[in-house]
């Protein structure tokens, strides 16, 4: 168990339709990563978010965002869902926010079905 | 842009034998971190292994070791002694420059025959 949570554990939805995973980081984390795992695309980097702040941005969407609250926990909203948007989306938090050094631990990943 | 490059789309080992996966990276930076994830079929991601690219010693776990060529831009795997509980799909990472996000191969599904 890294620490690391993530609900739901399963979604299935339909296209057109939004969601939001939700992501609790290690006690003491401040940082959370968030991925795309797909098969055509391999492990992606989407966001990042340091103490409430967006600290970089990978390949994200414009039609998903993310964002962290006080408590630390982040949300990954999805919306106007296409097929292609079917994927296992791990978040992994770390203690720092700008070096890679801080080892990163994910979570059990969140796995999206798109119909 | 970084990128790490894994051409082993599969590798199969006997029990009890030591395979080698391979990982080419680039990167025009000097200061940077090489990784080796493990996802078992439970989907869960596992650090393996981790290098720090100033550090000439190859890193070590128990039975996973590193060789690490910083000039040649290569970083791969050793896993001796290979146990059925190691099979999985191998992921190369790497992480470096002000940004703390990970940059990952495409994997290489390692099986393990008893």
């Known amino acids: 168990d890294s620490g690391v949570t993530q609900t739901p554990k399963h979604l299935i939805t339909a296209t057109g339709q939004r969601v939001t995973l939700r992501c609790s980081p290690r006690?003491?984390?401040?940082?959370v990563y968030w991925y795309q795992q797909s098969l055509d695309q391999g492990l992606q980097f989407l966001i990042q978010?340091?103490?409430?702040?967006?600290?970089a941005k990978g390949n994200i969407l414009e039609r998903f965002s993310a964002q962290q609250f006080p408590d630390l926990h982040s949300e990954l909203n999805l919306s106007s869902l296409e097929l292609g948007d079917s994927a296992l989306y791990f978040c992994?938090?770390?203690?720092?926010?700008?070096?890679?050094?801080?080892?990163?631990?994910f979570g059990p990943g969140t796995r999206l079905t798109v119909l | 842009a970084q990128t790490v490059t894994q051409s082993q789309p599969e590798m199969s080992v006997q029990e009890a034998e030591t395979v080698t996966l391979s990982c080419t990276y680039d990167?025009?930076?000097?200061?940077?971190?090489l990784f080796w994830y493990k996802q078992p079929p439970s989907r869960q991601m596992i650090l393996v292994i981790r290098?720090?690219?100033?550090?000439?010693q190859n890193a070590t776990e128990n039975r996973f070791s590193v060789n690490f060529q910083k000039a040649a831009k290569s970083f791969s795997l050793k896993i001796s002694d290979s146990q059925l509980g190691d099979a999985a799909m191998y992921f190369c990472?790497?992480?470096?420059?002000?940004?703390?996000?990970?940059?990952f191969g495409k994997g290489t599904k390692l099986s393990v025959k008893p």
């Open positions: 992994a938090s770390s203690v720092g926010g700008g070096h890679s050094y801080n080892e990163q631990f």
């Open positions: 006690s003491g984390d401040l940082s």
């Open positions: 978010y340091y103490n409430g702040e967006e600290r």
């Open positions: 990167t025009s930076e000097s200061d940077y971190y």
């Open positions: 290098q720090e690219a100033y550090k000439q």
């Open positions: 990472a790497y992480g470096g420059g002000s940004q703390g996000n990970l940059i």
